[in-house]
């Protein structure tokens, strides 16, 4: 599991942990079952206060991402749940948002850029997409 | 409730006519990370050497896990690893000697953990402390700092003057100590992005007040940037409460701003400005802003 952190993003470092477990679990990089590494050795990894690794952690259970199990460490849950999808969205939506962003600044509208995502689609789709 | 590991209470010390401390309180909870920020000058090594019993408070109290660290030092001193601003390390040892002679204070030193840390910094036991580089000094001393795995780590400005590669071994071993249950530790730096990174509370002193002493995330939480366009162009900087810092010129303005970001960003629309991005700022710009306000 690799993730990064950095103090001029503006979110707390426990938010970014937790955000990019999510998005791991998210994208299929960490699957069910996966540990997660032990608080010590991530705060180590990533330089930060082991209570902020051992928060991420504690939020992530509350909100069923990972479970904690006695003794053993934290292991991914069922990435099936509703969680995953409601995060999918999350991501998408920050993603448009900035792809909404550029393209009104270069002054395509919406209409354009929704036809200009189905082409792409198209390309992707195609077997062996042709790059333009 | 945590018990505390350390409690500055009224604290005030002079030297001569200047002030270095003005009735100054910190208290530092078991098992956390303290960053003590501010200036030079602001007090910071005065406040850390009441903590290490070698000032003696004139005026208030310091207790040192319930300890008064003046009137009891054997039993206060055991349970701290420091390491001082100038890393006044005895030059004719070797490393070595340097590591015994520690270790004769410290009835906890433990040779293997000692050993470790030497390899991993590799230092040679022949080598003479007089002969090390900035870098090895500062890992020499981190070394009989912390060998002795003491309850409370004191800090003085560990990081100044030091390459990469040296901050980062000071601040695993910062992590290393808080990881080993219920240990604390207590710092002083002017890198406020490695503040940031492993403080779970920041306490600010400018001009020997205790300016802020707040958890972390309660500081990252409470201000905001605002970057504000007005209608007209502004020719000075706003003037609002809550206002720590307005830059910009024209018709673009950086606002930081704490507490109440509503009342603030209410007076901006009153003026006619237009909110064009909210941000969380680093510790490093509220240090700024705090120290010009």
Not at chain 1, 37 to 66: C, D, F
Not at chain 2, 20 to 49: P, Q
Not at chain 2, 50 to 77: C, I, N, Q, Y
Request: aromatic share 4%; net charge negative.
């Amino acid at each position: 599991m690799q993730i990064h952190i950095s103090e001029a993003d503006g979110t707390p470092f426990y938010q970014q942990v937790v955000n990019q477990v999510k998005f791991l679990v998210a994208s299929g990089r960490l699957e069910e079952g996966d540990q997660l590494p032990p608080v010590r050795r991530l705060a180590e990894q990533l330089l930060v206060n082991p209570n902020t690794v051992a928060r991420a952690y504690r939020e992530l259970e509350s909100e069923g991402v990972v479970v904690s199990r006695r003794g053993a460490g934290v292991f991914v849950s069922d990435v099936g749940s509703p969680l995953s999808r409601k995060e999918k969205t999350r991501i998408l939506h920050e993603r448009i948002d900035a792809l909404l962003t550029e393209s009104s600044q270069l002054g395509v509208g919406v209409d354009s850029l929704l036809k200009l995502i189905e082409q792409r689609s198209q390309t992707f789709d195609s077997p062996r997409g042709e790059k333009s | 409730m945590s018990e505390s590991a350390v409690e500055i209470k009224g604290v005030s010390r002079s030297f001569g006519k200047t002030i270095a401390l003005d009735e100054v309180d910190l208290s530092v909870s078991k098992g956390s990370v303290v960053g003590l920020v501010g200036e030079n000058g602001a007090g910071k090594t005065t406040l850390l050497k009441h903590v290490l019993g070698l000032f003696k408070a004139r005026t208030g109290t310091v207790r040192v896990f319930g300890k008064d660290p003046v009137a009891d030092p054997e039993s206060v001193l055991g349970e701290i690893g420091y390491l001082s601003e100038v890393r006044d390390l005895p030059d004719w040892m070797k490393i070595g000697e340097l590591m015994s002679y520690t270790k004769a204070f410290f009835p906890s030193w433990d040779d293997a953990f000692a050993e470790e840390l030497r390899e991993m910094f590799e230092l040679s036991p022949d080598q003479k402390v007089k002969t090390l580089s900035r870098g090895q000094r500062a890992r020499a001393g981190l070394i009989a700092a912390i060998a002795h795995r003491p309850q409370l780590l004191v800090l003085d400005e560990p990081s100044s003057g030091l390459d990469p590669v040296v901050r980062r071994d000071i601040l695993a071993a910062v992590i290393r100590t808080v990881a080993d249950e219920g240990r604390t530790v207590l710092f002083s730096s002017h890198l406020l992005d490695e503040v940031q990174r492993v403080s779970d509370h920041v306490a600010m002193l400018h001009l020997g007040k205790m300016l802020l002493s707040s958890p972390m995330d309660d500081v990252l939480t409470s201000h905001h940037r605002l970057t504000v366009r007005f209608e007209q162009p502004l020719d000075s900087p706003l003037k609002i409460d809550g206002v720590l810092r307005c830059e910009g010129e024209g018709r673009e303005w950086t606002v930081l701003c704490n507490g109440d970001r509503a009342s603030v960003e209410h007076c901006i629309a009153q003026l006619s400005g237009e909110l064009v991005d909210r941000a969380a700022p680093t510790l490093d710009e509220i240090f700024v802003a705090r120290m010009n306000d």
